[in-house]
């Protein structure tokens, strides 16, 4: 996740979501990492809390459960790496194994 204001001024957030895709276990595949972009959302307020909630919705209805998530990747900002109330720290809180 990260924000960036547009040239309109509008703040904006885009969701990327990286998979380790390890092929059909039939197979001798190698695994291969894929990047997808999920969306970009125009947000009012970029708290570590609203933006959390932002991401587990959108999770959520693309069918993915935070539980499954092992990793996690933002930018430098207080309110994505906070150690207690960034979106990073929140998403540990609910799930121990998405490591920042």
Known sequence: MDCTPDVSR??????????????????STIPC????VIEFINVHSTTGYDLTNILL????SIGIDIKDCRGQAYD????MKGQYKGVQSRILAKNPRAFF
């Open 10 to 27: 509008e703040e904006q957030l885009s969701i990327i979501i990286r998979i380790l895709d390890m092929g059909n276990k039939s197979m």
């Open 33 to 36: 990492i894929k990047e997808y």
């Open 57 to 60: 919705d959108k999770l959520k």
């Open 76 to 79: 430098n900002g207080a309110n």
